[in-house]
């Protein structure tokens, strides 16, 4: 793979001097287009072997364009608060926004090859890293970003060379050391590890480019011209781009028709399910008990818990979720309601405001609302476009495994009541004075989309229902089962966990 | 200090149920009606003696209120991250924006009162601890956030009794450990802290209500009234507020009439001082090798910079940046421009935005003007309040004493150019084709009012210029001479600070 990396291209200082002008000014105003374009962000990975000259790339990158709206990002060893969240969550939170340019070295690719060259991973965990590369990459690709990966290569003797004549300069010496040393004579371990990492990452969505990184001005032009017509073809295909057409609700009953979207997996719920006031008390009562007694146990063992709440206006989310909270420790949950994203969350891929959002170890997030609006009211509404929210249950999936991996308990609730129950929910709030705030006008708007919704729901629940996050679907027409019902699925999930 | 909380006051079930309930009512409305106004935080501090009952206020604030819009807070010891910045970085980082309610348990009040009464530090250091505190106060307040502190108070004899009675409940016993009677053994000298604390930190922008913690329902009613009333009152005084009269540039001469305007420290300036294309090639290669050097010991010594650039528009202060990045290591520098804040920036006080941006240790990072903003272009522009710029100046000093008290070196450029060179660029920049774009017609609008700033510049310098954080006035007509006198400045500091 890396023979053609290994030919000795060398570029003259005079053929570098002729070139380097006009690609610094031409990259200095794409950077300009695509700031104030401000439609997708650049994302450029520079990795390869030690020497190879990631660091004078990031430097000549620097110095082309306007420094000012490159973010250079590098990784030390994960700090406590990285740790405590999925392996992703620091490169989700160092993304850059619409427009802007982010250079990451190595980044997400450094410990899987890393860990492989030195067998500290076995080939079937490399392979579920890379996959989740590639699901990362897909993500940001999708959502518009333009993806470039360097690989600066050196062969095993042109490295040696390399690391000698820094050692020889009293300047630069120090940027040898002894763990450059070392993985130099695994070399060929780490070859390995790279190929089958290019391999399996090499995507048409964010594909790989190796450099031959032996001289600095051949490696600079090569680098500066692949990201100068990148930049420029992203733009012009940019611009040729008609908007995409958004029709709300469209293809909204999928490839049965209109018939099917009467027929849900809520259809065969049995709605009248309900519990006396007595019994209500104690249950609740009961479980609250246990679960403050579990919470707390979870908290010993760092467990984390996420807890969603899904279901239509009125279905009773607040007070399900307010009997949940009444049994915690105020010091360790955290309420987090969502509507409308942020103006610097909308610069970024819509699953960016959740990650952000990942709380610390031990505590319980609940969230009132979720990354699922992406194939609930954005689809319905039209916010999103047909191919985001298709792709989007991908994307949740391989989201909700991450934190599931990471021992997170995830837990789904989807609150459910009858269109009939909505219908006298709703006048009840708007007859009683003190509740009459909390039924607006959309509220009236979205019930006329009530079977939009259903559909979008049954949906939904079809496709992210997963082994390892699987729906709990609550009949919530009696507000006292439902309560009870979600308590004791949280409870069932936390003794589940802890008995692990 | 707390006798009147050792009165064993108590309140019956009967009242409570009387009580409760339209209290319950009234808060809810009250915290739906800040929040749609959305002008303002509310700040709860709950601290006060183990067992007083924090815990449950914060429990009964959260059913009372819509719990989704309450950001509950409590601290655990210092992340690694968190360590990395100044004390108040982690305070905040967690404030809650405006229209929310933030619940904040002992926060920033738990270190000081602890650590002085087991004498882990000086009675001279406390009360630095607790001047910063009220700083902090003060700037929340100033900005209009609301600010309400409870100070729980159990005898030692409620105390022991409380510790004694939650030991004998097999559901609550956990809730005392070995720290809580290690504690309960110095109440003599938590008491002697905790009246200080008060004494020096009761303002009347954020005044202390010491409440008797031993009865939850006294505890409970008291509290949620004084929440309550308070709430209230501030609603009503913003109702009543007119809008603030915004005079762009008034008061800008200050105290000393118009005359003034035309001497300021800008006028003492040698701004002929040069330096020929020789002199400024080996002086720059010089003082790079120098800076890199510097940078990478202070990166060993986990020593963070931060340099500020301010100057009018064309002064070079992109191009000084330029020559300062090209000496670092890109892993470890980043640039932060700052123009207009965001969304979520506008929803805080104005310097959120900038502490939310410090760097971990160890790393350079460079504000591309800064929160320097409030005194210039929003004094001048009339974006801020006279009362809002002008107490700026101390808000700044006290942000910066912050910086330089955490060991972060702290240098603040003011790159000057004269109203002629001015010119002369703008001119330059109109016929260079590549340049234009750098041209826009704000700038020649600002450029009108070349005097209101350089009044505005002067006074900041005047009253931001300290002994911990001083201005360095670059004479930047010649671009030769302020290249190097930055740089060669920036290897100063470095130098002086590792000196220490």
Redesign the interface.
């Known amino acids: 793979m890396f023979r053609t990396a290994e030919l000795g291209q060398k570029l003259s200082k005079e053929e570098y001097k002729r070139i380097e002008p006009d690609l610094r ?1 031409e990259l200095h ?1 794409l950077q ?1 287009k695509t700031r104030s374009l401000g439609k997708y962000p650049v994302i450029i990975v520079l990795a390869g072997v030690d020497g190879g000259g990631k ?1 004078d790339t ?2 000549i990158l ?2 082309w364009m ?7 990002r ?1 990784y030390r060893p994960a ?3 990285e740790k405590e969240r999925p392996r992703f969550w620091r490169y989700w939170r160092d993304l850059p926004p619409r427009g802007q340019i982010g ?1 990451f ?1 190595s980044a997400w690719y450094s410990s899987p090859v890393v860990d492989y060259a030195h067998r500290k991973i076995s080939r079937d965990e490399l392979d579920r890293h890379l996959e989740q590369i590639e699901n990362f990459e897909n993500a940001l690709a999708d959502d518009g970003a333009l993806i470039l990966k360097f690989w600066m290569h050196l062969s095993r003797d042109a490295q040696k060379k390399r690391f000698k004549s820094l050692e020889k300069d009293p ?1 630069r010496k ?1 940027e040898v050391n002894k763990r450059d040393w070392d993985n130099w004579k695994r070399y060929d371990q780490f070859i390995e590890a790279a190929e089958r990492t290019i391999m399996r990452t090499n995507t048409g969505k964010a594909a790989w480019n190796i450099i031959e990184g032996s001289d600095n001005r051949y490696r600079r032009i090569t680098i500066g011209t692949i990201l100068r017509d990148a930049m420029q073809k992203k733009l012009n295909a940019m611009k040729n781009q008609s908007a995409p057409t958004l029709t709300a609700g469209s293809d909204i009953s999928g490839e049965q028709g209109g018939e099917a979207a009467s027929l849900t997996v809520f259809s065969g719920l049995d709605m009248a399910k309900g519990l006396d006031r007595n019994m209500y008390k104690s249950e609740l009562r009961k479980f609250q ?1 246990k679960m ?2 579990l919470t ?1 146990k979870g908290l010993k063992q760092e467990m984390s818990t996420i807890v969603v709440f899904e279901g239509p206006d009125a279905a009773g989310k ?1 007070g399900a ?2 009997r949940v ?2 049994a915690l ?7 987090l ?1 969502f509507a409308a994203p ?3 969350e909308r610069a970024q891929h819509y699953l960016w405001r959740f990650w952000r959002h990942l709380s ?1 170890a031990g505590d319980v997030t609940i969230f ?1 609302r979720s990354w699922y609006g992406r194939v609930l009211v954005e689809r319905v509404e039209g916010f999103a476009t047909n191919a985001e929210w298709q792709r989007a249950y991908a994307e949740i999936n391989d989201f909700e495994q991450q934190l599931v991996e990471h021992n997170i308990v995830l837990i789904k609730f989807w609150v459910h009541i009858t269109k009939e129950e909505q219908l006298r929910r709703f006048q009840e709030r708007e007859k009683t004075p ?1 509740k009459s ?1 909390k039924l607006t006008d959309e509220d009236w708007r979205n019930r006329e989309k009530w079977d939009l919704y259903s559909a979008a729901a049954h949906d939904m629940i079809q496709y992210t229902s997963t082994q390892s996050a699987p729906w709990v679907i609550v009949e919530g027409n009696d507000k006292y089962y439902a309560r009870v019902k979600t308590i004791r699925t949280v409870c069932d999930y936390l003794t589940q966990a802890l008995d692990r």
Chains 1, 2 share one sequence.
């Open positions: 000014f105003e300009r660091g990031v430097k620097n110095e306007d420094a000012r709206w490159v973010i250079n590098a700090s406590d608060e250079l070295m300047d120090w008990a403050n007694h707390r607040g979720i307010r909270i009444s420790d105020p010091h360790h949950y955290q309420i309601p942020t103006e610097e610390r009132d003190h705030w």
